[in-house]
């Protein structure tokens, strides 16, 4: 293997899974330094794909995290109750303690934004930004009623928040409940009931409205909303089909394309009791079953470039049923805000309540991060 070219080499390492790739620094110099080369971590960690986090949606004392290419589940135990607002770019934006945070688990940076006035987290937008290929920096935005039949937006920062002049003349009820939105192209994009799509510029802070000519809500179907392919992709699954549609423009005539269609194979008739599509990033496509065999909820996975299921691990029978899911990609990236110590961000929490919501973010950090070392 020492004779090997050195881009060959690579090659072969970046196909391994995370516990290999350490064992195997372990057991020859030569790789040993080919994996402490520039550069060589931040395109394993690109190339290996997306793990899955998940918690109660009403806030959890506990975190699970199943890691790429290990049908595992790790459970992390935390001090305080603890719920998964988003993921983008290698950046977890979490809920602990009524305080936003914003956490990169592999570089172990986090940051609590000022919670001293009460947001909150009816709909929330993670929106980053890599401005260089080290560099990230990351904005929150609250969506409410600010007014009767009207929403308006609060954009956090590292250091601040701000209430935009901004606003729209819809309630917030128009949007679908519980749908994360999607931020693409500088701006986040909220999905309707009526299958327009709310767009919000945190940079600029305007706001429009997408209304694509076809909508595919099929009567019965379970819809998600997501990213690929850097496109607005929407998800209509039935227990027979899962059709994948993306937005072909999102300035002149929008229209949803099928992209994909995919037998639903996670889904088995007489046999599943529940089931949801929870997750998709444009490489693979999360669902959970419940069924009247198995021993607890199951995760299966559809890998888009593979074009097959694989079983992703299984849900402990104790978790609350109503659970947030993200799909998270690890980022060397640093982040503008997180340079400091968090001590120093001016909480104003009792001392008791800083140090139990700490504790719950370095559980989230390291239940990811112990699964990464390389």
């Known amino acids: 293997m020492n004779r090997l070219e050195s881009n060959l080499l690579d090659e072969i390492l970046f196909r391994l899974n995370p516990k290999s790739l350490a064992m195997m620094r372990c057991t020859n110099k030569s790789i040993d330094s080919q994996?402490?080369?520039?550069?060589?971590?931040?395109?394993?960690?690109?190339r290996a794909g997306s793990s899955l986090l998940h918690a109660a949606k009403s806030g959890s004392s506990l975190a699970c995290y199943h890691a790429f290419g290990d049908p595992s589940t790790f459970q992390g135990h935390l001090e305080s109750r603890c719920r998964i607002?988003?993921?983008?770019?290698?950046?977890?934006?979490?809920?602990?303690?009524?305080?936003?945070?914003?956490?990169?688990?592999?570089?172990?940076?986090?940051?609590?934004?000022?919670?001293?006035?009460?947001?909150?987290?009816?709909?929330?937008?993670?929106?980053?930004?890599?401005?260089?290929?080290?560099?990230?920096?990351?904005k929150v935005v609250c969506v409410d009623d600010f007014d009767p039949g009207e929403m308006g937006f609060e954009i956090g920062?590292?250091?601040?928040?701000?209430?935009?002049?901004?606003?729209?003349?819809?309630?917030?009820?128009?949007?679908?409940?519980?749908?994360?939105?999607?931020?693409?192209?500088?701006?986040l994009h909220w999905l309707r009931k009526d299958g327009s799509i709310l767009a919000f510029n945190p940079e600029t802070e305007q706001a429009r409205m997408i209304t694509p000519t076809n909508f595919p809500n099929e009567p019965g179907s379970k819809l998600f909303f997501g990213l690929g392919d850097n496109r607005l992709t929407l998800i209509s699954a039935t227990e027979e089909t899962i059709r994948v549609f993306a937005l072909e423009s999102t300035l002149t005539d929008p229209e949803w394309i099928l992209a994909r269609q995919i037998v639903n194979m996670a889904v088995e008739q007489g046999v599943t009791v529940s089931w949801n599509v929870h997750a998709f990033d444009g490489k693979c496509l999360v669902v959970r079953t419940t069924d009247r065999v198995r021993y607890g909820p199951l995760l299966l996975g559809y890998d888009l470039r593979a074009n097959g299921w694989r079983f992703l691990g299984w849900i402990p029978d104790f978790c609350d049923a109503n659970r947030e899911f993200c799909l998270f990609t690890p980022s060397w990236s640093s982040v503008i805000g997180m340079e400091d110590e968090e001590e120093d961000n001016g909480w104003w929490f009792p001392t008791i309540h800083r140090s139990k919501r700490t504790g719950s973010v370095e559980t989230v950090i390291e239940l990811i991060n112990r699964n990464l070392k390389i």
């Open 35 to 46: 994996i402490s080369k520039p550069g060589f971590k931040s395109e394993y960690l690109n």
């Open 85 to 138: 607002l988003g993921s983008s770019s290698g950046l977890l934006l979490l809920f602990v303690d009524k305080c936003f945070c914003v956490a990169n688990p592999v570089t172990k940076k986090y940051l609590f934004l000022d919670s001293s006035v009460h947001r909150s987290t009816a709909s929330i937008g993670f929106a980053v930004d890599q401005i260089d290929h080290n560099t990230q920096s990351f």
């Open 157 to 187: 920062t590292d250091n601040s928040w701000s209430l935009s002049n901004t606003s729209m003349t819809w309630p917030l009820s128009d949007l679908v409940e519980d749908m994360k939105p999607v931020y693409l192209d500088g701006a």
